[in-house]
């Protein structure tokens, strides 16, 4: 079975410390995902990378960074958390694909509050 | 650019009735892939199906069905004889590329014993 981990379930930081939110796939996967997941919009792309050390901006990628220095690993960065920032963030991964078709595959969120 | 509409914020529904999520998308591109995710309490995305833009046939396994009608741009799940497991927030989502899903706001369903 695909498993994606996150390293926090929880998490609760102050406005403007520096957050890693850490991501782990098992399948060898090449393509990676960071999601935010916000009531009323669903999830949106902040970051993925189809590489290692390679990135793209997804739909909403200011205030984040991202870090792929290993193939099973996908880091997302908050440089300065800033309240607007709290939200449930979701890792997923998926197979290198020719047609798109292949399906991502979630870890379990990790929910950050920023006060 | 890409769009995915599902207009039903929450569904609520005694045990064993019928339920479909509707889905309306939007792309410029011939070749699109659609898919559902299911949410559950857990909070962990789930799976369902998968769809090419190819391929309209309608497809059912065990107690849930999809229907996939281009004319509309429409791709509908329904869940018969609901159960309360069932209960979960459901997403639409559609990519035209090898990256990027575009996902719905989701559907909360909540299945009432």
């Known amino acids: 079975d695909v498993k994606v981990t996150q390293s926090s379930r929880y998490l609760v930081k102050r406005t403007g410390e520096k957050v890693f939110l850490e991501c782990v796939q098992d399948?060898?996967?090449?393509?990676m995902f960071w999601y935010r997941q916000d009531p009323g919009l669903g999830l949106r792309l902040i970051y993925f990378?189809?590489?290692?050390?390679?990135?793209e901006k997804g739909d909403i990628p200011e205030g984040y960074s991202v870090s792929r220095e290993k193939k099973e690993r996908f880091s997302l960065i908050l440089e300065s958390a800033s309240t607007n920032q709290t939200s449930m963030y979701l890792c997923?991964?998926?197979?290198?694909?020719?047609?798109?078709?292949?399906?991502?595959?979630f870890g379990p969120g990790t929910r950050l509050t920023v006060l | 650019a890409q769009k995915v509409t599902q207009a039903q914020t929450e569904i609520s529904v005694v045990e064993k009735e019928d339920v479909t999520l509707d889905c309306v998308y939007e792309t410029r591109d011939t070749t699109y892939y659609l898919f559902w995710y299911k949410q559950p309490p857990s909070g962990e995305l789930v799976f369902l199906i998968r769809r090419n833009s190819f391929d309209e046939q309608n497809e059912i396994s065990g107690r849930y069905s999809w229907n996939f009608q281009k004319s509309t741009s429409s791709f509908n799940f329904t869940i018969t004889a609901s159960q309360v497991v069932d209960s979960a927030v459901y997403f639409c989502a559609l990519r035209v590329n090898d990256y990027k899903l575009s996902f719905g706001a989701g559907t909360t369903v909540t299945v009432r014993a």
């Open positions: 990378s189809y590489d290692v050390k390679m990135k």
């Open positions: 997923a991964s998926s197979l290198a694909t020719s047609g798109g078709f292949n399906e991502q595959f």
């Open positions: 399948m060898d996967h090449e393509n």
